[in-house]
């Protein structure tokens, strides 16, 4: 089985190397680690498919060391540890070595890049033996999304055997994974599904109050199945379409399920680490859902809202409007942001003493009604203490 990860294992030699100098241990594991970005093994290796053989990125098929061929990706793969998979003819000690200084001298010159990224992750990056409580859930959403990464990359059999069973037992397969995750990181709210058809908008800063990742799992028979996981505390996930069997499952101490429309409201305790809002332009995105249409079987007109600061962060949102009155959402903002249905066609929004409707198009634009849905988008000064 593979695993393709698209951004957190491209993290992890920044993580390893700061975990080597604080003399923290580990974890060990069979699973093997490589591709053309830098990443880890879970026992700490590094490897990566080097860009020395001159393979073009769109090959499909790479050599083992006992002649046999296996798939070749242009991002990271995940493989079962033994001897048809070595990558060398080297001790594993030794190779891991070698492709560990290869890998340092190229993150050397792409410093400025990684970097950046390594910022971002810095509280999560600083100790990963040790899981840190912040506030009042255990780890941070990076090491949530990690630890359901690697129970996806260990339970290969159990995925073999709900791949030959119907859709219902490889959705329950899913479903256990998360779990199990939870099980490790109690508080969180984990949603993974596939990697089309969706939105999220979650509360706070990326890694850390809400993170996300990718993979892709090839199984014995040869199909491929892809995962887009989120772990959050607040916020909103939209599904439009089938999540799929295989893939959709969510689970946490403050989901709700809103019926017929596949949307899920995350409402747990809204991050305290979220740093200081963004003063300037906000925005607002919102879903009008038409009463009695099929996406929304009720008597009234639904909004959806999800309030941005100057810098695209989440400081606030509604999941579930009742425009048959008025809808506000304050979250981090100063005050609220209130919302009333003006018309079958329009919304009045007031912020304070600013006053204005979606049919302003100096400072919103609105979409065309889709079965009973249109999406709509609006501007509004704001400053934060």
């Not at 680690?33 to 769109?58: F, K």
């Not at 910022?119 to 600083?126: C, D, E, M």
């Not at 859930?137 to 791949?163: C, D, I, M, R, W």
């Not at 996981?229 to 709700?256: C, H, M, S």
């Amino acid at each position: 089985m593979k695993l393709i990860s698209s951004h957190f294992f491209l993290l992890l030699p920044l993580i390893g190397s700061i975990v080597a100098v604080a003399g923290v241990p580990l974890p060990t594991t069979r699973t093997e680690v490589a591709g053309r970005n830098s990443g880890r093994s879970d026992r700490g290796d590094i490897a990566s498919l080097d860009n020395d053989d001159q393979r073009s990125p769109d090959e499909e098929a790479y050599d083992n060391t006992d002649g046999t061929s296996m798939g070749y990706d242009r991002d990271l793969d995940i493989v079962s540890g033994g001897t048809s998979t070595d990558w060398t003819s080297e001790s594993p000690t030794s190779n891991a070595v070698n492709i560990y200084r290869r890998n340092a001298a190229k993150l050397s010159k792409a410093g400025s890049v990684t970097g950046k990224v390594g910022k971002g992750i810095g509280i999560a990056a600083t100790v990963v033996d040790a899981v840190p409580v912040v506030g009042d859930v255990v780890g941070t959403a990076l090491q949530v999304v990690s630890t359901f990464l690697k129970l996806l990359s260990e339970v290969e059999n159990a995925f073999g055997k709900a791949e030959h069973k119907s859709d219902q037992e490889r959705s329950k397969f899913t479903q256990q994974i998360v779990a199990k995750t939870l099980k490790q990181h109690p508080g969180w709210n984990v949603v993974t599904t596939d990697d089309k058809h969706h939105e999220a908008y979650f509360e706070g800063t990326e890694h850390t109050d809400w993170s996300h990742d990718t993979a892709s799992v090839k199984t014995a028979l040869r199909k491929t199945y892809h995962y887009d996981v989120y772990a959050a505390r607040t916020g909103i996930f939209i599904l439009n379409g089938d999540g799929g069997f295989e893939n959709w499952a969510y689970q946490g101490p403050q989901i709700k399920a809103v019926p017929k429309t596949d949307r899920l409201i995350l409402s747990g305790t809204m991050p305290k680490n979220a740093g200081k809002p963004k003063s300037g332009k906000c925005s607002v995105h919102m879903y009008l859902y038409d009463k009695n249409a099929k996406e929304n079987p009720s008597p009234h007109s639904t909004l959806v809202a999800i309030v941005k600061d100057a810098s695209g962060m989440v400081v606030g949102f509604e999941g579930n409007g009742d425009l048959s009155k008025t809808v506000s959402v304050t979250g981090h903002l100063p005050m609220p942001l209130s919302f009333s249905d003006a018309s079958k066609d329009t919304l009045t929004l007031t912020y304070g003493k600013d006053k204005f409707n979606t049919s302003t198009k100096s400072r919103c634009s609105e979409g065309k009604s889709k079965k009973g849905t249109r999406g709509m988008d609006c501007t509004f000064d704001c400053a934060f203490k």
